[in-house]
């Protein structure tokens, strides 16, 4: 249509009444040779500005109508069928939208806003429900073809951004991005989807840099900084990113994403007690929200505090239960409150609640192995072996679930068939060092200690930089009573990571089990807890140390601690009933030794505990 360049700087609110001119003879020739006259240029013209006019108005279907007049009497311009096609996704009718807009292409194969309009179809269509790669690879060819580098539009072009990142392509997303934000280095959607390719990239450094500038643009926008404060924990800066979470805070004090995102990285960094008051808070902001109490339950089990997080988990999960929250939400709570009852000794509680958590998610793996590992720990290995089979039926292979099965026929004392289990797992799964470890802990516990060593060794050699095997090679020394082979194994691995708090406390327990080296094994200890000052086991070996220094009044505290914590550890609870014994707290020291008679019972010689509370028993009759 000859007359579009003058049409489209004229104000779109102009109304013109659309009058049909006369026919003339010029027009008949025109119509004869296949053009249109200048008649019906004209008409066509006036029905242009007439549709922009009632579009304006509210009247969509009379613009799309006269529209339309406008296409039959100029049926060749590709303008008229792109002003349409705008129209129609305006309007959000997208089939009548990509009619229009291809009747354009067909006239004019570059027509930019053809391109454009297909390109926001096609991309709402891949961001649905049902949109498909299809639709994502056509919104990106038809955006790059409607995308104007010396004038880019930024709409589009953070629509191709997001589309790039949709297609794994974040190199691209990036080159997209970077043009708008040289026109407008303030937008912050686009500096957002900027950080998020970097993300995609592993570049977290660079991500973080570019949220500094989105906060700084849009001080006010929290999501920003919650963003800049995850990028830079990923970074590796965890101390600037609890800064940009409190300060986020100050800032907005009732911004409760802005608590709940500090609750979690105070955890994350081993911050129990900031935890919990940021979860407190999050509570206080939504009191029938979800999320502070599961981060609160989480912060209260970091502490050790089982009985707190019992208490917060339970009455949430009814609520939830009540208010029909999307069953992936309650089964997190079911597993947390499972987790807890476990840590208590209760595992009727736990599998009652990680049975009802399987039944609304049957193919969940983490639940599946909960559920499996609690009545393993009740001592119920047909319901433990019932559950790992019907795991197994949709994942074979799965290196886990073979542990899981192993782990039941050991229970059993079907050492031979457990071993079989690894075996084969090892064959096929021989990169992943955990297969290793749990072979070798079962040749361990089939006391066949010299296959034991063999695979750990191997195994060593495989995963030079691995300090998880060379710990698990001293846990084997210990276990088998070669003690000097065993310290010598904890000793490489503080070598290399002198901040291993597992391996701190096994070689600090193991020497004051000995009764060796006492004054170091407290060292040991304590630096185990500078690292996880809440760990139940770490604070039962530093009272076990004190106590093996007769040092009662130092003792108590941590294996009462230990012993709160760990109610179903049967040699915690028989720690304390030691000292208890030693102190003259007989009343006490039976109820702790009949817990640790009802507790799980590895790793203790029954039979003492029973002449040892006999013994107390008497003491407080005479």
Same mark, same amino acid.
């Not at 193919?363 to 590992?373: K, M, P, T």
């Not at 304590?526 to 039962?540: F, H, K, Q, T």
């Given at each position: 249509m000859e007359q579009s360049e003058t049409m489209r700087v004229l104000p779109c609110c102009l109304v013109v009444a659309s009058v049909l001119l006369p026919r003339s003879p010029a027009h008949a020739q025109s119509q004869e040779a296949g053009r249109p006259s200048a008649e019906d240029l004209s008409a066509a013209y006036l029905a242009f500005i007439t549709g922009r006019s009632l579009e304006a108005a509210g009247d969509v279907e009379g613009a799309a109508a006269s529209h339309r007049r406008a296409a039959a009497l100029d049926p060749s311009s590709p303008d008229v069928w792109a002003e349409l096609a705008s129209l129609y996704a305006r309007n959000n009718r997208p089939e009548q939208a990509v009619e229009a807009a291809e009747a354009a292409l067909d006239h004019d194969q570059e027509n930019a806003e053809a391109h454009r309009v297909l390109g926001l179809v096609y991309a709402a269509r891949a961001g649905s429900r049902g949109g498909d790669a299809e639709d994502l690879s056509r919104a990106i060819a038809h955006l790059e073809r409607a995308r104007n580098p010396d004038s880019p539009d930024p709409a589009l072009y953070l629509t191709l951004g997001r589309l790039y990142l949709g297609s794994?392509?974040?190199?691209?997303?990036?080159e997209i991005l970077d043009e708008v934000l040289e026109a407008e280095p303030q937008f912050t959607e686009a500096l957002a989807l900027l950080a998020q390719a970097y993300e995609e990239e592993g570049q977290w450094a660079e991500a973080a840099a570019v949220y500094e500038r989105a906060v700084s643009a849009g001080p006010r926008r929290a999501r920003y900084r919650r963003e800049l404060a995850a990028a830079l924990l990923n970074a590796g800066e965890p101390d600037r990113a609890l800064e940009v979470l409190r300060e986020l805070v100050r800032f907005r004090p009732d911004d409760a994403g802005g608590w709940f995102s500090l609750s979690n990285l105070e955890l994350? %960094? #081993?911050n129990p007690d900031g935890s919990v008051a940021a979860a407190r808070r999050v509570m206080e902001l939504e009191p029938e929200g979800l999320r502070g109490p599961y981060i609160l339950s989480r912060a209260l089990g970091l502490q050790g505090r089982y009985?707190?997080?019992i208490d917060t988990l339970e009455p949430v999960l009814e609520r939830a239960r009540e208010e029909n929250v999307a069953p992936n939400q309650i089964v997190s709570l079911l597993q947390s409150l499972s987790g807890a009852y476990v840590q208590l000794g209760d595992h009727d509680a736990a599998i009652e609640g990680l049975a009802a958590a399987l039944e609304l998610a049957p193919?969940? %793996? #983490?639940?599946?192995?909960?559920?499996?590992?609690a009545y393993l720990s009740a001592g119920r290995f047909d319901a433990a072996e019932d559950v790992v089979a019907r795991a197994k039926r949709d994942r074979p292979d799965n290196l886990a679930l073979l542990r899981l099965e192993a782990q039941v026929l050991s229970s059993r004392g079907e050492f031979d068939e457990a071993a079989m289990v690894l075996e084969g797992a090892l064959e096929r799964h021989r990169t992943e060092p955990i297969a290793h470890v749990a072979l070798a802990n079962l040749y361990s516990e089939a006391d066949r200690v010299d296959d034991a060593v063999q695979v750990l060794t191997v195994a060593e050699t495989q995963f030079p930089d691995n300090t998880v095997i060379v710990f698990q090679l001293g846990a084997v020394f210990e276990r088998a009573g070669q003690f000097v082979e065993a310290e010598a194994a904890f000793r490489r691995v503080l070598d290399r990571n002198p901040e291993d708090a597992q391996t701190l406390n096994y070689l600090g327990y193991m020497l004051a089990e000995r009764g060796e080296q006492l004054d170091e094994s407290v060292s040991l200890i304590?630096?185990?807890?500078?690292?996880?000052?809440?760990?139940?086991?770490?604070?039962?070996s530093l009272g076990w140390a004190y106590f093996k220094q007769d040092e009662f009044e130092l003792a108590e505290p941590p294996l009462r601690r230990a012993g709160d914590q760990l109610q179903g550890n049967s040699v915690v609870q028989d720690h304390l009933g030691d000292l208890l014994y030693n102190i003259e707290r007989y009343a006490e020291a039976v109820v702790v030794w009949e817990r640790a008679l009802a507790g799980d019972r590895d790793g203790v010689d029954l039979s003492e505990i029973e002449r040892k509370l006999s013994d107390a028993r008497a003491r407080l009759v005479r």
């Open positions: 794994q392509n974040p190199t691209r997303a990036r994350q %960094l #081993g009985r707190e997080m193919s969940e %793996l #983490g639940v599946q192995a909960q559920l499996a590992q304590l630096r185990a807890l500078e690292i996880d000052p809440n760990n139940g086991s770490y604070l039962d």
